[in-house]
Nanobody, 120 residues
Framework: VQLVESGGGLVQPGGSLRLSCAAS????????MSWARQAPGKERELLAS????????KYADSVKGRITISRDNSRNTVILQMNYLKPDDTAVYYC??????????????WGQGTQVTVSS
C-alpha cells in the first residue's frame, strides 16, 4: 500500500489549498478514505472521511464548513479542498485508510504527509 500526498505549501490566511493523495497497492475503490493532520505539539487528528463510492462524507467539527473531501476512483485519488485557511490550520496533512466511522486494524495505512503552512 502506498499513499502519496501532494499540494501542500505556504498560503496566506483566508486563502485556499487543494491537497491530493495518490493511492496504490490495494483495491482503492473498495475502501473509505480520510484526511488527517498533525500540528506541532498536538496529536494527529482525523479531519474528513469519504466512503468507497464517494457518496457519504463525514467531517470533524473543527473543520466542518471549510473543507471538502472528494475522490476519483478512476484515478485512485482522494482530494481535500480547504478554504478560509487560518494559522491554526498549519500542520502536516496525511492521507489515510483510517476513517472517522471506525478504527481499522486491518487497513491502517498513512502517507508521508504534506506540509501546510498558513501565514502572512
Amino acid at each position: 500500500v502506498q499513499l502519496v500526498e501532494s499540494g501542500g505549501g505556504l498560503v496566506q490566511p483566508g486563502g485556499s489549498l487543494r491537497l491530493s493523495c495518490a493511492a496504490s497497492g490495494f483495491s482503492f475503490s473498495k475502501y473509505a478514505m480520510s484526511w488527517a493532520r498533525q500540528a506541532p505539539g498536538k496529536e494527529r487528528e482525523l479531519l474528513a472521511s469519504i466512503d468507497s463510492n464517494g457518496g457519504i462524507t463525514k467531517y470533524a467539527d473543527s473543520v466542518k464548513g471549510r473543507i471538502t473531501i472528494s475522490r476519483d476512483n478512476s484515478r485512485n485519488t482522494v482530494i481535500l479542498q480547504m478554504n478560509y485557511l487560518k494559522p491554526d490550520d498549519t500542520a502536516v496533512y496525511y492521507c489515510t485508510t483510517q476513517t472517522l466511522w471506525a478504527v481499522r486494524v486491518d487497513m491502517d495505512y498513512w502517507g508521508q504527509g504534506t506540509q501546510v503552512t498558513v501565514s502572512s
